[in-house]
């Protein structure tokens, strides 16, 4: 039996201001005040096996939440407890303490009056006002831009991984159990079903399998547990982050559903998501990734600047960003777009852009400059002036780019004097890369058509030694 606890209120309420505190167990007539008795009005979620409440403190606000004596098995609470007490992390709903109260009452059964046992079980946590993740999928007015959801993906993967370090295994991962706290930050709850493994333990074969249809991983018809159990539901979960439908979906499909969105800059990590949410998604466990570290890996390569592939092996050279240069088209005005180039190298790089044009299309065009060792470079791509808003693409826009490494201060000084002069004497551009271009509709403006507006730019890209390299073009980083 877990021993009933002590603690006061001032107690928890220190509790809530020091993180460094241990969960501790609360007694039950303390819970029952800050709940105003378990007041109705105090409901803050339901479910099938428990009700939560808002606790009111002096000092804030935790959730209780009570647990059904239909739900009550004593084996089940105590492995409850059990995980939860092991748990400390960022993106994890923070555990403060758990009741554990039996009293005895005396109750009529069959025409005499016997005493029974009456069971209260109750765990307590810190208590997080923005909802959960469920309801920012359905609702689209609060709907997350990609930055955002990205950040979701990444702090369900950490704290998954952080889970699967203590060998726990939770089993009813869903939109539901991820709550946000107010910086938007992802935090798993609900261990009701949760496995705590033994050291070295790689599976369990169990006929009591739970969780939650269209989230629960196929194996548990066989009753077999591994942690690959948790990655099929959190691939359903990106994936229904990706597209707002649960299940399996193209690559090439969740990509181009991103590509009218703003955040289209960040692509490459759209595609790796997706990637991962697929592959996590797989029915057969042998072909979902490893381990949830692999994942975080594959999110943390993302947020590094891609470099230049050779054949032989990786060699860093200037990265593009973005891959799209959009355009907010106003009327009569000439429009603007950035467009990074970072040099991953450690030698100056010298760049010439030039508009190619069937009839020029953009303004203050050649443009040259050197790009130095490990720093990026801001180029600002202007168009012409337009007085309607264009019916169609921008037509054959074709940007140039040339780039080459400059081996010394006597080079640059050459290059600064003659650039044009400069790269005429290197040589043929051995390297194309494919930008679309386009204008976008500010939010006051109507069109007509429903035809999509956009090109294709061309960018070219001159090195030193022609045909030794390739370019990965990372959408990550932000300028």
Same mark, same amino acid.
């Given at each position: 039996m877990i021993p009933q606890g002590s603690i006061t209120q001032i107690e928890l309420e220190y509790m809530l201001i020091d993180e460094n505190l241990e969960p501790?167990?609360?007694?039950?007539?303390?819970?029952?005040?800050?709940?105003?008795?378990?007041?109705?009005?105090?409901?803050?979620? /339901?479910?099938?096996?428990?009700?939560?409440?808002?606790?009111?403190?002096?000092?804030?606000?935790?959730a209780v939440k009570k647990l059904s004596n239909i739900y009550m098995q004593e084996e089940q609470f105590h492995r409850e407890v059990e995980c939860l007490m092991k748990v400390k992390h960022k993106n994890v709903l923070r555990?403060?303490?758990?009741?554990?109260?039996?009293?005895?009452?005396?109750?009529s059964y069959n025409g005499r009056m016997v005493m029974a046992d009456v069971q209260q079980r109750l765990l307590c946590f810190e208590y997080l006002p923005k909802g959960n993740l469920d309801d920012f999928i359905k609702d689209t007015s609060e709907e997350l831009e990609w930055r955002k959801r990205y950040q979701v993906i990444k702090g369900i993967c950490e704290g998954i991984n952080y889970l699967h370090q203590k060998n726990i295994v939770h089993l009813d991962l869903k939109p539901e159990n991820i709550l946000f706290d107010k910086d938007m930050m992802p935090k798993i709850t609900d261990f009701g079903i949760s496995r705590c493994f033994e050291e070295d333990q790689t599976r369990i074969i169990t006929k009591n399998v739970g969780g939650t249809l269209g989230y629960l991983a196929p194996e548990f018809y066989v009753g077999e547990i591994t942690h690959k159990f948790d990655l099929y539901s959190l691939g359903i979960i990106i994936m229904e982050m990706l597209t707002g439908k649960k299940g399996c979906h193209n690559i090439?499909?969740?990509? $181009?559903?991103?590509?009218?969105?703003? %955040?289209?800059?960040?692509?490459?990590?759209? /595609?790796?998501?997706? $990637?991962?949410?697929? $592959?996590?998604?797989?029915?057969? +466990?042998?072909?979902?990734?490893?381990?949830?570290?692999?994942?975080?890996?594959?999110?943390?390569?993302?947020?590094?600047?891609?470099? !230049?592939?050779?054949?032989?092996?990786?060699?860093?050279?200037? !990265?593009?960003?973005?891959?799209?240069? /959009?355009?907010?088209?106003?009327?009569?005005?000439?429009?603007?777009? +950035?467009?990074?180039?970072?040099?991953?190298? %450690?030698k100056p790089i010298a760049f010439r852009l030039m508009d190619k044009s069937v009839g020029s299309s953009f303004l203050r065009l050649p443009l040259c400059g050197v790009v130095l060792p490990n720093t990026p470079y801001t180029l600002v791509v202007t168009t012409k002036t337009q007085e309607k808003w264009p019916r169609k693409w921008i037509t054959d826009v074709n940007l140039q780019g040339a780039s080459?490494?400059?081996?010394?201060?006597?080079?640059?000084?050459?290059?600064?004097?003659?650039? $044009?002069?400069?790269?005429?004497q290197m040589g043929n551009a051995v390297q194309k890369v494919e930008l679309k271009g386009l204008y976008t509709v500010p939010q006051q403006v109507t069109i007509s058509t429903h035809e999509p507006i956009s090109t294709t730019i061309k960018l070219l890209c001159k090195v030193e030694h022609p045909g030794e390299y390739s370019l990965d073009t990372n959408h990550a980083k932000q300028w």
């Amino acid at each position: 039996m877990i021993p009933q606890g002590s603690i006061t209120q001032i107690e928890l309420e220190y509790m809530l201001i020091d993180e460094n505190l241990e969960p501790k167990a609360l007694p039950y007539p303390l819970l029952k005040k800050i709940t105003d008795n378990f007041s109705e009005k105090l409901v803050i979620g /339901r479910g099938g096996f428990a009700v939560v409440y808002k606790g009111k403190l002096d000092n804030g606000t935790i959730a209780v939440k009570k647990l059904s004596n239909i739900y009550m098995q004593e084996e089940q609470f105590h492995r409850e407890v059990e995980c939860l007490m092991k748990v400390k992390h960022k993106n994890v709903l923070r555990f403060l303490g758990y009741c554990a109260d039996t009293q005895g009452n005396m109750a009529s059964y069959n025409g005499r009056m016997v005493m029974a046992d009456v069971q209260q079980r109750l765990l307590c946590f810190e208590y997080l006002p923005k909802g959960n993740l469920d309801d920012f999928i359905k609702d689209t007015s609060e709907e997350l831009e990609w930055r955002k959801r990205y950040q979701v993906i990444k702090g369900i993967c950490e704290g998954i991984n952080y889970l699967h370090q203590k060998n726990i295994v939770h089993l009813d991962l869903k939109p539901e159990n991820i709550l946000f706290d107010k910086d938007m930050m992802p935090k798993i709850t609900d261990f009701g079903i949760s496995r705590c493994f033994e050291e070295d333990q790689t599976r369990i074969i169990t006929k009591n399998v739970g969780g939650t249809l269209g989230y629960l991983a196929p194996e548990f018809y066989v009753g077999e547990i591994t942690h690959k159990f948790d990655l099929y539901s959190l691939g359903i979960i990106i994936m229904e982050m990706l597209t707002g439908k649960k299940g399996c979906h193209n690559i090439a499909n969740v990509c $181009e559903s991103w590509s009218s969105n703003s %955040d289209i800059l960040w692509w490459d990590q759209i /595609r790796v998501c997706a $990637e991962i949410g697929i $592959e996590c998604s797989d029915l057969e +466990p042998a072909k979902r990734p490893e381990n949830i570290k692999h994942i975080i890996d594959r999110l943390l390569s993302t947020e590094s600047s891609t470099h !230049v592939i050779p054949a032989g092996g990786p060699k860093k050279l200037l !990265v593009l960003h973005p891959p799209v240069l /959009r355009f907010p088209f106003e009327a009569n005005k000439v429009i603007t777009c +950035p467009l990074q180039l970072t040099n991953n190298t %450690d030698k100056p790089i010298a760049f010439r852009l030039m508009d190619k044009s069937v009839g020029s299309s953009f303004l203050r065009l050649p443009l040259c400059g050197v790009v130095l060792p490990n720093t990026p470079y801001t180029l600002v791509v202007t168009t012409k002036t337009q007085e309607k808003w264009p019916r169609k693409w921008i037509t054959d826009v074709n940007l140039q780019g040339a780039s080459l490494i400059l081996g010394d201060d006597e080079h640059i000084k050459t290059f600064q004097s003659h650039p $044009e002069q400069y790269f005429q004497q290197m040589g043929n551009a051995v390297q194309k890369v494919e930008l679309k271009g386009l204008y976008t509709v500010p939010q006051q403006v109507t069109i007509s058509t429903h035809e999509p507006i956009s090109t294709t730019i061309k960018l070219l890209c001159k090195v030193e030694h022609p045909g030794e390299y390739s370019l990965d073009t990372n959408h990550a980083k932000q300028w």
